[in-house]
T-cell receptor
Framework: AQKVTQAQTEISVVEKEDVTLDCVYE???????LFWYKQPPSGELVFLIR??????QNEISGRYSWNFQKSTSSFNFTITASQVVDSAVYFC????????????FGKGTKLSVKP | DAGVIQSPRHEVTEMGQEVTLRCKPI?????LFWYRQTMMRGLELLIY????????DSGMPEDRFSAKMPNASFSTLKIQPSEPRDSAVYFC???????????FGPGTRLLVL
């Protein structure tokens, strides 16, 4: 069965600190997809990144970076030089391969960045 | 381009009333998803459609919930009769294909008194 675990329920940092959000997934599928979404206080879900299981290349986008390691079934998300606007709940999610469309979400990590 | 549109954004109703949530997916997207978010259960998929056909409704809580997609640009999620435990945020999402990235609407915050 699929499962996504975000062990960190809440994290609090001071502005400009780096912070890493952990995500561990479980699956028996050989092809799958991993996602990160951001949910700011306003409530919408904002797509951040998608990775395919066959592409372990790490990615950097501005202050955001993602580390995908199949050996440890992890897909961690790092924010460098955090800002107050980064305060949100961050969700890791897994999608199955083939034509199936259901996403399995982790419970989310609430990040608070204080000035 | 317009994103996923949901209406209403907020709904307050009394137990026993019928509630209808509406969703307009992104134009050109072939898959549509309904999710529910609660503090206790987090984000969970209720049902999804491919090309207007329901594919997986295993997440629909019970017969009080029903969803339709009469055409490619409109879907409804109906709760009849509503109960206080249905209070949640209901999100609609769409994607080009089922396995592609899902883009979410702003959600409908439902409160059943």
């Amino acid at each position: 069965a699929q499962k996504v675990t975000q062990a960190q329920t809440e994290i609090s940092v001071v502005e400009k600190e780096d912070v890493t959000l952990d995500c561990v997934y479980e699956t028996r599928d050989t092809t799958y997809y991993l996602f990160w979404y951001k949910q700011p206080p306003s409530g919408e879900l904002v797509f951040l990144i998608r990775r395919n299981s066959f592409d372990e290349q790490n990615e950097i986008s501005g202050r955001y970076s993602w580390n995908f390691q199949k050996s440890t079934s992890s897909f961690n998300f790092t924010i460098t030089a955090s800002q107050v606007v980064d305060s949100a709940v961050y969700f890791c999610a897994q999608g199955r391969g083939g034509s199936q469309g259901n996403l399995i979400f982790g419970k989310g990590t609430k990040l608070s960045v204080k000035p | 381009d317009a994103g996923v549109i949901q209406s209403p954004r907020h709904e307050v109703t009394e137990m026993g009333q019928e509630v209808t949530l509406r969703c307009k997916p992104i134009s050109g997207h072939n898959s549509l998803f309904w999710y529910r978010q609660t503090m206790m259960r987090g984000l969970e998929l209720l049902i999804y459609f491919n090309n207007n056909v329901p594919i997986d409704d295993s997440g629909m809580p019970e017969d009080r919930f029903s969803a339709k997609m009469p055409n490619a640009s409109f879907s409804t999620l109906k709760i009849q009769p509503s109960e206080p435990r249905d209070s949640a945020v209901y999100f609609c999402a769409s994607s080009f294909l089922a396995r592609e990235t899902q883009y979410f609407g702003p959600g409908t915050r439902l409160l059943v008194l």
